[in-house]
C-alpha cells in the first residue's frame, strides 16, 4: 500500500471530524444508559436513531452494505455487527458492544464500548478492562514517525499478555468523508514495520479481543460474528487524529478522562427523588 492512497486530514478538517465524534460519544452514552436488564436490542437502536437527528448528523451504518440497523449491538459471544432485534433482550450479566457511529457535515465518526449489564462476572469484568486498557495502549503508539503495526504490536502484547487474545479477522481502518479509508490497522503486528504515521492522518482504531480463542465465525444472518468456541468477547473503539505534536481522540470530549469508556454512571434508587427526572 502506498501512502499516496491515504488522504491526509487538514485542520479545519479534523475539528470537523471531531464534532461529529463528539456527537458519537454522547449518543454511546445515552445508550450506555438505556442498556438494562428487560430492554430490547431493537430498543437501542431506535435510541439512537432518535437521537442521531436531534442532533443534525446521519446514521453511519443503517444501509451501509444492506446493515438494516443505526448500531451493531453484540452480545456475549458475538464479537461484531450484531443486528438489533426486539427478540434479542438483555438479562441481568450480559456484556453488550455498542458500535455506533454518525455523518455530519460529510465526515464520519467512529466509537464502539462494551458494557456490563446489571451485575456481571469477575471474569467479564476483566475482559472488559483488559480490552479498555488495550486500546488506549494503542493509541499510546499512535504518534508522527512510528509505524502503523507498532499500534497492533502494542494491543497485542496487552492483551495476551493479560491471557486473552486478538481477534484477527477484522481490524481498524481510516476514516473520514468515508466510513473506511485506506490503511487497515490491525490489533496485532511486528512493530517497527509497516507505513510511516503522519500528521493528518485520521484511523478509528478497535480491538477485538476474545476470552477464549481468537476464531470466529459468521452466522446466517450473514452479519454476526462470534467467538467459535461461544466464550465473551469485547470491544471498544475510537477514531484518532495523528497530529504534528502527538495524537488526539476525536471521539472523546475535551475534559472527559479517557480510560473510563463504558463505564457509565447510573442513578442509584436514592437519587431518583418521586416526580423528579433522572
Request: charged share 20%; proline share 7%.
Amino acid at each position: 500500500m502506498s501512502d499516496r492512497s491515504i488522504e491526509l486530514k487538514s485542520a479545519s478538517e479534523i475539528a470537523v471530524m471531531e464534532r461529529a465524534g463528539v456527537v458519537v460519544w454522547e449518543i454511546l452514552q445515552e445508550m450506555a444508559r438505556a442498556a438494562t436488564p428487560g430492554v430490547s436490542t431493537l430498543e437501542i437502536d431506535e435510541l439512537s436513531e432518535e437521537l442521531i437527528y436531534k442532533k443534525g448528523a446521519k446514521p453511519a451504518f443503517k444501509g451501509y452494505r444492506g446493515f438494516p440497523g443505526c448500531v451493531c449491538i453484540s452480545l456475549n459471544e458475538e464479537v461484531v455487527h450484531g443486528i438489533p432485534s426486539k427478540k434479542r433482550v438483555l438479562r441481568d450479566g450480559d456484556i453488550v458492544s455498542l458500535d455506533f457511529g454518525v455523518v455530519l457535515d460529510g465526515f464520519y465518526g467512529d466509537s464502539a464500548i462494551t458494557i456490563p449489564v446489571g451485575e456481571v462476572s469477575p471474569a467479564a469484568k476483566r475482559l472488559i478492562d483488559v480490552t479498555r486498557a488495550s486500546m488506549h495502549a494503542g493509541i499510546a503508539a499512535m504518534l508522527p514517525g512510528n509505524r502503523l503495526h507498532d499500534i497492533g504490536h502494542a494491543v497485542q502484547e496487552h492483551v495476551e499478555r493479560h491471557g486473552f487474545s486478538v481477534v484477527r479477522d477484522f481490524v481498524g481502518h481510516g476514516i473520514g468523508r468515508r466510513l473506511h479509508e485506506e490503511p487497515q490497522v490491525p490489533n496485532y503486528g511486528t512493530p517497527g514495520t509497516g507505513l510511516r504515521l503522519k500528521p493528518g492522518m485520521v484511523l478509528a482504531i478497535e480491538p477485538m479481543v476474545n476470552a477464549g480463542s481468537p476464531d470466529v465465525q459468521i452466522l446466517d444472518d450473514e452479519w454476526t460474528a462470534v467467538t467459535s468456541d461461544g466464550q465473551l468477547s469485547a470491544h471498544f473503539e475510537h477514531t484518532i487524529a495523528i497530529l504534528p505534536d502527538g495524537h488526539r481522540i476525536l471521539t472523546l470530549p475535551p475534559g472527559v478522562p479517557a480510560g473510563l469508556e463504558g463505564t457509565v454512571p447510573r442513578p442509584q434508587p436514592s437519587q431518583v427523588q418521586s416526580g423528579a427526572t433522572a
